[in-house]
């Protein structure tokens, strides 16, 4: 029986996706560029994937993922004159202050509320994320905030999960679930902590990792049903 659930935030509770498009395009109005097209976006997301992947593998810290991110997306654009160290201050706090919640997860969170434990894992930046989870309602939800750059490691990394587990009440392994739409980062870090895992997929992603995972819902509400077994 599942008692206690650890929820990834981003594209899990809250529509990041969103959030990072009004950022971006606010933030280069701000700073007089050029409009912040469709094609600038898209451009943008699979450079900033590319970062976040190499700080899933240990190759970089997350401190050179915000800045470089935008050192190669204004080197490719032709943008000069602009210091990435401030605009990514710009666009975090851009982010900060943008509230989009994926599906009713609001509700969600608020009828599991003293029937399980649960708890926030994210390897979000913390100033960023403490505010966006406040601003949400969340903070008053959850029995526990985890965000890697308190922790001092990030998803999927097994002291990641070592650390929240030592941090939550004590319960077996085998009652604990983690609910994400990542493959590399939360289900892989489920399986690296030997907890169950339940991927939060809308669009019907295949498993190209071949990752293990328990469940699989491509609702919020389905949630109830794996609570129920």
Known sequence: MI???LWDIDRTLL?????????????FEKYHLPPCTPGIQALYARINIKYWDMLERREITKEQVLVKRFDELFE???IEGVRSEQFTVDYENGIADTTAFIENSPEILASLKGKYRQYAVTNGAYNVQTKRLHNAGFDEIF????????????KPSREFFDYVLSHI?????DEILIVGDSLTSDMRGGVNAGIRTCRYNPAGNPNTLGIPIDYEIQSLSEIYGILAK
Do not use: P
Request: charge should be negative; hydrophobic fraction near 30%.
């Open 15 to 27: 529509d990041f996706d969103l959030c990072e498009r009004n950022s971006l395009k606010a933030q």
């Open 3 to 5: 008692k206690t659930i």
């Open 76 to 78: 490719v654009l032709g």
């Open 143 to 154: 029995d526990g905030i985890f965000i890697s750059d308190e922790v001092g490691y990030e």
């Open 169 to 173: 009440e004590s319960c077996c392994k």
